[in-house]
């Protein structure tokens, strides 16, 4: 059975960070690559960040870039998602998911993955 949990969520004030986690089991880890999306009520689920397999290759959102940084340890079967400098606008439940494939086209959307997380609230006040 593959599940995904998040933790690491919580408030932070603007300009503060947080560190999101997902443990991932029931999967080949290192075949898949990995991504974070975040959603706000009556919104659309919204990419943020994809990491390959190796972890040698990322992708970020506009929306993050230079603020958030994704990283993955294939050895424990965990992604990890910094957020520095985070800002009211980046208030939403932000979702790890797995994607048996390496195109980035495909990361970027949520038809590119095959298992999800349940959630994590993460709250910026401002």
């Known amino acids: 059975q593959v599940q995904l949990v998040e933790s690491g969520g919580g408030l932070v004030q603007a300009g503060g960070s947080l560190r999101l986690t997902c443990a991932a089991s029931?999967?080949?880890?290192?075949?898949?690559?990995m991504g974070w999306f975040r959603q706000t009520p009556g919104t659309e689920r919204e990419f943020v960040v994809a990491?390959?397999?190796?972890?040698?290759?990322?992708y970020y959102a506009d929306s993050v870039k230079a603020r958030f940084t994704i990283s993955r340890d294939n050895a424990k079967n965990m992604v990890y998602l910094q957020m520095n400098s985070l800002k009211p606008e980046d208030t939403a439940v932000y979702y790890c998911?797995?994607?048996?494939?390496?195109?980035?086209?495909?990361?970027?959307?949520?038809?590119?993955?095959?298992?999800w997380g349940q959630g994590t609230q993460v709250t910026v006040s401002s």
């Open positions: 029931g999967v080949p880890f290192s075949r898949y690559s």
């Open positions: 990491v390959s397999w190796s972890g040698t290759t990322t």
């Open positions: 998911a797995a994607g048996a494939n390496n195109n980035f086209r495909q990361l970027r959307s949520v038809r590119g993955y095959d298992y």
